[in-house]
C-alpha cells in the first residue's frame, strides 16, 4: 500500500552493502565466491529455494517410499516381501513387517510429508524464489536468516532421517504423537531414543520455518519496487504472506508442546502424564492432562495445514490466470477470502479433538467455526471456475496441474464438512474418511499446486524446461491414480474401518475390505513410480532441458520474468523496473500481444485498474 | 523378480520414456512449433472431457461394488441421527461436487485455445461474489443447526436409568465392568492396580465394588431399546470406545473419566438376520493410536433381551469373589449389601 515503503526498499539495500556478511554487489558482476558460499552457505534467494526443493523432494521420495512398504503390508497381509527386509532389516524378518516398525513408517511419513516437503519443501521453495522476484528486490531482508533457515532444515533432516536408524526405531506414535503414549518409553519402543530424535528434529524446522517467515514478512512489507502497492501484488505473494503469518503465530505452540513433551520424558514433569499405570508400576506422575497436548499441538495442527494450502493456492491463481489469458477474477475478493481463511485457521483447531471427552458446548463453538471456514475456501473455488470461463487456454503441463487442483481441493474440501460437523465426526473420527479426507485435499491437491509451480518456474530457476511429455504421463498418472487410491477410502470409513491398523483380517467388521485394500495398494505403487519419473525428469532437465531463449516463455506479466533468462545475484542487471499496473493485465497491449506486464506504464487514457 | 531386475527395468521405462519424449520435440520441431502446439492442445482439450467422464463413471462404479460391503443399518437411536445427517451433508455436497466439477472439466475443454477468440476480460462481479457467499453461508447455517441438534443429544446427561458399564483400555485389550446387584460402580484409583487380581485397581474397602463383575476381555452386554451409558477410563495412554454400528465412539484417557450414551436398537440375533451372516458380530475397535497392538484390542459387543441378560448375570461371580473364594457367599452369587442402591451416587477413581 504504502509507497513511501517501496522508496525506502532503496535505502534498505544500500544498508545491506554496508554489512561485512553481505555479498552482492549491485549490478557489477560478482567478485569470485568460494564454492562453499556460493552453493553450499549460499544467501542468495534462488540458490536457497533450490535447496529447499531439493531436499524437499529427497523427503518425498523416502516417505512416499515408506507409503509403499505399509500398503504392500495393508494390501497383502498374508505374504512376506523381499524387499521389505531389503530395506528395513531386523524390522521385517523374512519379508514380514514388525508392527512395531508399521507405525514408525507409518508416523514417519507423516511427519515428513507434512513438515518437511510440503511446509518446507512448498513455502521454502517458493516464498524464497518469488518473493523477492515478484515484489522487485535484490534479495530477501536478511539473506544471512535465510541461509540460516535453510541449514535448520537441513540439520533437522539429518537427525529426523538418524531416528530411522536407532535401536528401538523412529517414533511410532503417528504423526501426531500424543503422549502419554509418546512420553513413556514404556508404552513402545518407538517412544525411546527414536522419540527424543523426532522431538529435536522438530524443534530445528521449528526455527528454520519461523526464521522464514519472518523474513518472508519483512520483505514483503518493506521491499517491494518503486509503484508495487500491496494490492498490485501478485496472488502468489499474497498467499506467501499470509502463510508466514500462520507460521510466525502457531509454530512457537508446537515448540511449547515438544519442550513439555521432553520435560515429561526426561525432567519427571507431569504436564501431560496423571495417573499412569504401565509394566507391571503405577507411575508417580499425577495432575496432567493428556489433553492439553492436544490442544498445544492442534493449535499449530490445524493453521499447519493451511500453511500447506494457502501457497498451492496462490500458484494455482496465478498459474490459471496466465495460462487462461484471463485476470483472476475476483482478485479483492481472493485477498479477502486468504484473510478470512486465515483468521478462521486459528479458530478451529479442537475439530480434531471432538471425541476427546470435551465439553459439548465447546464442541458446538467449534462446529460452528469450522463450518465457517468452508466459506470463503467455496468463494475461492468459484473464483477459479469463473477464471478459466471464457478464456483462452494452453493446456501446458503447469495448467494440468493447476486444473487437477481444483478439481482435488473440491473432492477434498467437500469431505471436511462431514468432519466438522461433531455429530458425524463422532462417527467419523479416527476412521479412513479422514485419511481420504486430508490426503485428497492436502496429499494431492496441495501437492498438484506444488508441481504446477514446479514446472511453471523451473524455466526461471534453471533456464531449461522440464520435459513436457513425461510431465504428461507424470499427470495423468497421479491424478486417475490418486483418486483410485483415496476415493473408495471414503466408503471404508462410513463402514467405520480405523486408520492406523497393521491387519484387517480378523475382524468381522472390516475383513470385507481386503480386496480393495489389495487394489488400492497396487495403485500406490503405480502412483508412487511416476513420482519418480517427476523426479527423473527434474533433474535430467536441469542438464538436458529443453533451452529458455524467451526471457518470458509462458508471456507472462509478473516482475520474475523481467530477470533475465539465467538471473544472477542481485536480479535485475542494472535498476530494478519500476511498476505501473497491477499483475492480470491479460489483455491486448495494441502491438498484437494479449498481455501486459505490470512495467508496462499505463498508455495515454488508459485508467489503472 | 529380483531387486536389482527390477530395478534395471524401472531405469529402462524411464529411459525408454525419456527417449520418446525427445523425439517428441523433434516432431515438434519438424511440424513447426506452432502447429504441434495446436494439435496437442486440442487433444488435451479433449483429454478434459475424458477425465471427466472417467471421474463419474469410476464414482458410479466405486459405488456399486463398495454398498454391499458396507455397514449394516445403525444400531442405535443415535446412530439413526448420525445416518440421517450423513445423508443431508452427503445431498448438499454431492450437488455442489457435480456442479462444480462438470463446470471445471467442460469450461477446461470449451475454453481450450482458439486463434479466433480472445479470451474475455472479466475481472471481477461483486454481485456474484455477494451470490457465492452467501448462498454457502446459507448451506453452513443449516449442516450446523442440523448437526448441534444431534451433538447436544448425545453429549447430553444419560437418561436416568441407564445402564452403567464401566470400559477400560489397556495395551492392548479392553476391560468392562458391570456394576452388579448394587447398582453401583465401586470406586478405584491407579495404585491399587496389579495384574494378579486387580486389574482396575478397585478399592476392596468400598463395599460397592465387592459385587462389581470385571471382565477382561472387555465384553459389552447390552439389553436391546435400554440405554447405557459407558464410564470410559484407561490405564496407561489414550485409547478410544469404537463402536462403528452404533455409530459413536469416545476417548479413553488416562487420569480422565469419559462418558458416551446411546440406546441399542437391534440384538445381535436379529442383526444376524438382516445381515444374513452368522458368524455377524458387533465389535468394538480401539480407535485412537495406542502402540503396537493397537489393531488387535477388539471386543464383542452382545445386544440381547432383558430376559437374556438376566440370565447371563445370573451366571457371572464378581470379581472379588473370584479372587477371594472365602468372601463367596453360601448359595446366591452375589450378596446386596444393606445399604445399597439408595441414594448413593456413582463413585468413581
Same mark, same amino acid.
Given at each position: 500500500?504504502?509507497?513511501?515503503?517501496?522508496?525506502?526498499?532503496?535505502?534498505?539495500?544500500?544498508?545491506?552493502?554496508?554489512?561485512?556478511?553481505?555479498?552482492?554487489?549491485?549490478?557489477?558482476?560478482?567478485?569470485?565466491?568460494?564454492?562453499?558460499?556460493?552453493?553450499?552457505?549460499?544467501?542468495?534467494?534462488?540458490?536457497?529455494?533450490?535447496?529447499?526443493? #531439493?531436499?524437499?523432494?529427497?523427503?518425498?521420495?523416502?516417505?512416499?517410499?515408506?507409503?509403499?512398504?505399509?500398503?504392500?503390508?495393508?494390501?497383502?497381509?498374508?505374504?512376506?516381501?523381499?524387499?521389505?527386509?531389503?530395506?528395513?532389516?531386523?524390522?521385517?524378518?523374512?519379508?514380514?513387517?514388525?508392527?512395531?516398525?508399521?507405525?514408525?513408517?507409518?508416523?514417519?511419513?507423516?511427519?515428513?510429508?507434512?513438515?518437511?516437503?510440503?511446509?518446507?519443501?512448498?513455502?521454502?521453495?517458493?516464498?524464497?524464489?518469488?518473493?523477492?522476484?515478484?515484489?522487485?528486490?535484490?534479495?530477501?531482508?536478511?539473506?544471512?536468516?535465510?541461509?540460516?533457515?535453510?541449514?535448520?532444515?537441513?540439520?533437522?533432516?539429518?537427525?529426523?532421517?538418524?531416528?530411522?536408524?536407532?535401536?528401538?526405531?523412529?517414533?511410532?506414535?503417528?504423526?501426531?504423537?500424543?503422549?502419554?503414549?509418546?512420553?513413556?518409553?514404556?508404552?513402545?519402543?518407538?517412544?525411546?531414543?527414536?522419540?527424543?530424535?523426532?522431538?529435536?528434529?522438530?524443534?530445528?524446522?521449528?526455527?528454520?520455518?519461523?526464521?522464514?517467515?519472518?523474513?518472508?514478512?519483512?520483505?514483503?512489507?518493506?521491499?517491494?519496487?518503486?509503484?508495487?502497492?500491496?494490492?498490485?501484488?501478485?496472488?502468489?505473494?499474497?498467499?506467501?504472506?499470509?502463510?508466514?503469518?500462520?507460521?510466525?503465530?502457531?509454530?512457537?505452540?508446537?515448540?511449547?508442546?515438544?519442550?513439555?513433551?521432553?520435560?515429561?520424558?526426561?525432567?519427571?514433569?507431569?504436564?501431560?502424564?496423571?495417573?499412569?499405570?504401565?509394566?507391571?508400576?503405577?507411575?508417580?506422575?499425577?495432575?496432567?492432562?493428556?489433553?492439553?497436548? $492436544?490442544?498445544?499441538?492442534?493449535?499449530?495442527?490445524?493453521?499447519?495445514?493451511?500453511?500447506?494450502?494457502?501457497?498451492?493456492?496462490?500458484?494455482?491463481?496465478?498459474?490459471?490466470?496466465?495460462?487462461?489469458?484471463?485476470?483472476?477474477?475476483?482478485?479483492?475478493?481472493?485477498?479477502?477470502?486468504?484473510?478470512? #481463511?486465515?483468521?478462521?485457521?486459528?479458530?478451529? /483447531?479442537?475439530?480434531?479433538?471432538?471425541?476427546?471427552?470435551?465439553?459439548?458446548?465447546?464442541?458446538?463453538?467449534?462446529?460452528?467455526?469450522?463450518?465457517?471456514?468452508?466459506?470463503?475456501?467455496?468463494?475461492?473455488?468459484?473464483?477459479?471456475?469463473?477464471?478459466?470461463?471464457?478464456?483462452?487456454?494452453?493446456?501446458?503441463?503447469?495448467?494440468?496441474?493447476?486444473?487437477?487442483?481444483?478439481?482435488?481441493?473440491?473432492?477434498?474440501?467437500?469431505?471436511?464438512?462431514?468432519?466438522?460437523?461433531?455429530?458425524?465426526?463422532?462417527?467419523?473420527?479416527?476412521?479412513?474418511?479422514?485419511?481420504?479426507?486430508?490426503?485428497?485435499?492436502?496429499?494431492?491437491?496441495?501437492?498438484?499446486?506444488?508441481?504446477?509451480?514446479?514446472?511453471?518456474?523451473?524455466?526461471?530457476?534453471?533456464?531449461?524446461?522440464?520435459?513436457?511429455?513425461?510431465?504428461?504421463?507424470?499427470?495423468?498418472?497421479?491424478?486417475?491414480?490418486?483418486?483410485?487410491?483415496?476415493?473408495?477410502?471414503?466408503?471404508?470409513?462410513?463402514?467405520?474401518?480405523?486408520?492406523?491398523?497393521?491387519?484387517?483380517?480378523? /475382524?468381522?467388521?472390516?475383513?470385507?475390505?481386503?480386496?480393495?485394500?489389495?487394489?488400492?495398494?497396487?495403485?500406490?505403487?503405480?502412483?508412487?513410480?511416476?513420482?519418480?519419473?517427476?523426479?527423473?525428469?527434474?533433474?535430467?532437465?536441469? /542438464?538436458?532441458?529443453?533451452?529458455?531463449?524467451?526471457?518470458?516463455? @509462458?508471456?507472462?506479466?509478473?516482475?520474475?520474468?523481467?530477470?533475465?533468462?539465467?538471473?544472477?545475484?542481485?536480479? @535485475?542487471?542494472?535498476?530494478?523496473?519500476?511498476?505501473?499496473?497491477?499483475?492480470?493485465?491479460?489483455?491486448?497491449?495494441?502491438?498484437?500481444?494479449?498481455?501486459?506486464?505490470?512495467?508496462?506504464?499505463?498508455?495515454?487514457?488508459?485508467?489503472?485498474? | 523378480?529380483?531387486?536389482?531386475?527390477?530395478?534395471?527395468?524401472?531405469?529402462?521405462?524411464?529411459?525408454?520414456?525419456? $527417449?520418446?519424449?525427445?523425439?517428441?520435440?523433434?516432431?515438434?520441431?519438424?511440424?513447426?512449433?506452432?502447429?504441434?502446439?495446436?494439435?496437442?492442445?486440442?487433444?488435451?482439450?479433449?483429454?478434459?472431457?475424458?477425465?471427466?467422464?472417467?471421474?463419474?463413471?469410476?464414482?458410479?462404479?466405486?459405488?456399486?461394488?463398495?454398498?454391499?460391503?458396507?455397514?449394516?443399518?445403525?444400531?442405535?437411536?443415535?446412530?439413526?441421527?448420525?445416518?440421517?445427517?450423513?445423508?443431508?451433508?452427503?445431498?448438499?455436497?454431492?450437488?455442489?461436487?457435480?456442479?462444480?466439477?462438470?463446470?471445471?472439466?467442460?469450461?477446461?475443454?470449451?475454453?481450450?485455445?482458439?486463434?479466433?477468440?480472445?479470451?474475455?476480460?472479466?475481472?471481477?462481479?461483486?454481485?456474484?461474489?455477494?451470490?457465492?457467499?452467501?448462498?454457502?453461508?446459507?448451506?453452513?447455517?443449516?449442516?450446523?443447526?442440523?448437526?448441534?441438534?444431534?451433538?447436544?443429544?448425545?453429549?447430553?446427561?444419560?437418561?436416568?436409568?441407564?445402564?452403567?458399564?464401566?470400559?477400560?483400555?489397556?495395551?492392548?485389550?479392553?476391560?468392562?465392568?458391570?456394576?452388579?446387584?448394587?447398582?453401583?460402580?465401586?470406586?478405584?484409583?491407579?495404585?491399587?492396580?496389579?495384574?494378579?487380581?486387580?486389574?482396575?485397581?478397585?478399592?476392596?474397602?468400598?463395599?460397592?465394588?465387592?459385587?462389581?463383575?470385571?471382565? $477382561?476381555?472387555?465384553?459389552?452386554?447390552?439389553?436391546?431399546?435400554?440405554?447405557?451409558?459407558? #464410564?470410559?477410563?484407561?490405564?496407561?495412554?489414550?485409547?478410544?470406545?469404537?463402536?462403528?454400528?452404533?455409530?459413536?465412539?469416545?476417548?479413553?484417557?488416562?487420569?480422565?473419566?469419559?462418558?458416551? /450414551?446411546?440406546?441399542?436398537?437391534?440384538?445381535?440375533?436379529?442383526?444376524?438376520?438382516?445381515?444374513?451372516?452368522?458368524?455377524?458380530?458387533?465389535?468394538?475397535?480401539?480407535?485412537?493410536?495406542?502402540?503396537?497392538?493397537?489393531?488387535?484390542?477388539?471386543?464383542?459387543?452382545?445386544?440381547?433381551?432383558?430376559?437374556?441378560?438376566?440370565?447371563?448375570?445370573?451366571?457371572? $461371580?464378581?470379581?472379588?469373589?473370584?479372587?477371594?473364594?472365602?468372601?463367596?457367599?453360601?448359595?446366591?452369587?452375589?450378596?446386596?449389601?444393606?445399604?445399597?442402591?439408595?441414594?448413593?451416587?456413582?463413585?468413581?477413581?
Amino acid at each position: 500500500m504504502s509507497n513511501e515503503a517501496t522508496l525506502h526498499s532503496h535505502d534498505v539495500h544500500t544498508h545491506h552493502g554496508e554489512h561485512g556478511h553481505e555479498h552482492h554487489d549491485h549490478g557489477h558482476h560478482e567478485h569470485k565466491q568460494h564454492f562453499l558460499t556460493k552453493y553450499v552457505f549460499s544467501m542468495d534467494h534462488k540458490i536457497i529455494s533450490r535447496q529447499f526443493l #531439493i531436499t524437499g523432494i529427497f523427503w518425498a521420495i523416502a516417505g512416499g517410499l515408506m507409503s509403499v512398504f505399509f500398503r504392500l503390508q495393508l494390501g497383502f497381509p498374508e505374504s512376506t516381501f523381499a524387499v521389505l527386509e531389503k530395506f528395513l532389516g531386523e524390522w521385517a524378518r523374512g519379508g514380514k513387517m514388525d508392527p512395531e516398525m508399521y507405525y514408525g513408517l507409518v508416523t514417519i511419513h507423516g511427519t515428513v510429508l507434512v513438515f518437511f516437503v510440503l511446509t518446507g519443501g512448498l513455502s521454502g521453495t517458493f516464498s524464497n524464489l518469488l518473493i523477492p522476484l515478484q515484489i522487485g528486490a535484490r534479495d530477501m531482508a536478511s539473506p544471512f536468516l535465510n541461509m540460516l533457515s535453510y541449514w535448520f532444515f537441513a540439520v533437522a533432516s539429518v537427525i529426523m532421517f538418524s531416528s530411522l536408524f536407532v535401536n528401538t526405531g523412529p517414533a511410532s506414535g503417528g504423526w501426531t504423537t500424543y503422549p502419554p503414549l509418546s512420553a513413556l518409553k514404556e508404552a513402545s519402543m518407538g517412544s525411546g531414543i527414536g522419540m527424543d530424535l523426532w522431538l529435536v528434529s522438530m524443534a530445528l524446522f521449528i526455527v528454520s520455518s519461523l526464521l522464514g517467515g519472518l523474513n518472508y514478512i519483512v520483505t514483503i512489507l518493506n521491499m517491494r519496487t518503486k509503484g508495487m502497492s500491496m494490492t498490485r501484488m501478485p496472488l502468489t505473494i499474497w498467499a506467501f504472506l499470509f502463510t508466514a503469518v500462520l507460521g510466525v503465530l502457531s509454530f512457537p505452540v508446537l515448540l511449547s508442546a515438544a519442550v513439555l513433551l521432553l520435560m515429561d520424558r526426561h525432567a519427571g514433569t507431569s504436564f501431560y502424564l496423571s495417573e499412569v499405570y504401565i509394566a507391571g508400576k503405577a507411575l508417580p506422575n499425577v495432575g496432567g492432562s493428556a489433553i492439553l497436548y $492436544q490442544h498445544l499441538f492442534w493449535f499449530l495442527g490445524h493453521p499447519e495445514v493451511y500453511i500447506i494450502m494457502l501457497p498451492a493456492m496462490g500458484m494455482a491463481s496465478e498459474i490459471l490466470s496466465c495460462h487462461s489469458r484471463k485476470p483472476i477474477f475476483g482478485y479483492m475478493a481472493m485477498i479477502l477470502s486468504l484473510i478470512g #481463511i486465515t483468521v478462521l485457521a486459528f479458530l478451529v /483447531w479442537a475439530h480434531h479433538m471432538f471425541v476427546t471427552g470435551m465439553s459439548p458446548f465447546l464442541g458446538g463453538v467449534f462446529v460452528l467455526l469450522t463450518l465457517l471456514i468452508a466459506i470463503p475456501s467455496a468463494v475461492k473455488v468459484f473464483n477459479w471456475l469463473t477464471t478459466i470461463w471464457r478464456g483462452n487456454i494452453r493446456f501446458t503441463v503447469p495448467m494440468m496441474f493447476a486444473l487437477g487442483f481444483v478439481s482435488l481441493f473440491i473432492s477434498g474440501g467437500l469431505t471436511g464438512l462431514f468432519l466438522g460437523n461433531s455429530a458425524l465426526d463422532i462417527h467419523l473420527h479416527d476412521t479412513y474418511f479422514v485419511i481420504a479426507h486430508f490426503h485428497i485435499v492436502m496429499g494431492i491437491s496441495a501437492f498438484f499446486g506444488m508441481f504446477a509451480g514446479i514446472y511453471h518456474w523451473f524455466p526461471k530457476m534453471y533456464g531449461r524446461f522440464m520435459n513436457n511429455t513425461m510431465g504428461y504421463i507424470h499427470f495423468f498418472i497421479t491424478f486417475i491414480g490418486s483418486y483410485v487410491i483415496f476415493w473408495p477410502m471414503h466408503y471404508e470409513g462410513v463402514a467405520g474401518m480405523p486408520r492406523r491398523y497393521y491387519d484387517y483380517s480378523s /475382524w468381522e467388521s472390516f475383513k470385507q475390505f481386503a480386496e480393495l485394500n489389495q487394489m488400492i495398494s497396487v495403485a500406490a505403487i503405480i502412483v508412487f513410480f511416476a513420482q519418480l519419473l517427476f523426479v527423473f525428469n527434474y533433474f535430467v532437465s536441469i /542438464w538436458k532441458g529443453k533451452k529458455v531463449t524467451d526471457p518470458n516463455p @509462458w508471456k507472462a506479466n509478473s516482475l520474475e520474468w523481467t530477470t533475465p533468462i539465467n538471473a544472477g545475484h542481485g536480479n @535485475w542487471e542494472g535498476e530494478i523496473p519500476e511498476v505501473h499496473r497491477w499483475a492480470y493485465d491479460y489483455k491486448d497491449d495494441g502491438n498484437g500481444n494479449d498481455f501486459i506486464p505490470q512495467t508496462v506504464p499505463l498508455r495515454d487514457g488508459e485508467e489503472a485498474h | 523378480m529380483s531387486g536389482l531386475l527390477l530395478v534395471l527395468l524401472v531405469a529402462l521405462i524411464f529411459v525408454v520414456l525419456y $527417449q520418446v519424449s525427445r523425439s517428441s520435440e523433434l516432431v515438434a520441431s519438424i511440424q513447426g512449433e506452432e502447429n504441434f502446439d495446436r494439435k496437442r492442445n486440442k487433444l488435451l482439450g479433449f483429454s478434459m472431457l475424458i477425465l471427466f467422464v472417467a471421474l463419474m463413471v469410476g464414482i458410479f462404479a466405486c459405488h456399486r461394488y463398495m454398498m454391499p460391503l458396507m455397514a449394516p443399518e445403525a444400531a442405535s437411536d443415535h446412530g439413526k441421527d448420525v445416518d440421517f445427517m450423513f445423508i443431508v451433508t452427503l445431498s448438499v455436497t454431492g450437488l455442489v461436487f457435480f456442479i462444480t466439477q462438470t463446470l471445471l472439466f467442460w469450461f477446461a475443454y470449451k475454453y481450450q485455445r482458439d486463434e479466433n477468440r480472445k479470451a474475455m476480460f472479466f475481472s471481477h462481479s461483486n454481485k456474484l461474489e455477494m451470490i457465492w457467499t452467501t448462498i454457502p453461508a446459507v448451506a453452513m447455517a443449516v449442516l450446523v443447526a442440523i448437526g448441534l441438534k444431534a451433538w447436544f443429544k448425545m453429549t447430553g446427561d444419560a437418561p436416568k436409568g441407564a445402564m452403567q458399564i464401566e470400559m477400560v483400555g489397556k495395551q492392548f485389550n479392553w476391560i468392562s465392568r458391570y456394576p452388579g446387584p448394587d447398582g453401583v460402580l465401586g470406586k478405584r484409583y491407579f495404585t491399587n492396580i496389579n495384574d494378579k487380581d486387580n486389574v482396575l485397581g478397585q478399592d476392596w474397602a468400598d463395599k460397592a465394588n465387592l459385587d462389581d463383575i470385571v471382565l $477382561q476381555n472387555g465384553e459389552l452386554r447390552l439389553i436391546k431399546d435400554k440405554p447405557v451409558e459407558l #464410564i470410559i477410563g484407561s490405564r496407561d495412554v489414550i485409547h478410544d470406545v469404537g463402536l462403528s454400528h452404533f455409530r459413536l465412539k469416545m476417548d479413553a484417557v488416562p487420569g480422565i473419566t469419559t462418558r458416551i /450414551w446411546f440406546t441399542p436398537t437391534i440384538t445381535t440375533s436379529e442383526m444376524k438376520k438382516i445381515t444374513g451372516n452368522e458368524n455377524f458380530v458387533y465389535e468394538v475397535s480401539c480407535d485412537q493410536m495406542c502402540g503396537k497392538g493397537h489393531y488387535s484390542m477388539r471386543a464383542i459387543v452382545v445386544v440381547e433381551t432383558e430376559a437374556e441378560h438376566k440370565a447371563w448375570l445370573a451366571k457371572q $461371580q464378581s470379581y472379588y469373589v473370584q479372587n477371594h473364594p472365602e468372601a463367596a457367599p453360601a448359595a446366591a452369587p452375589a450378596a446386596a449389601p444393606a445399604d445399597s442402591a439408595a441414594g448413593k451416587k456413582l463413585t468413581m477413581n
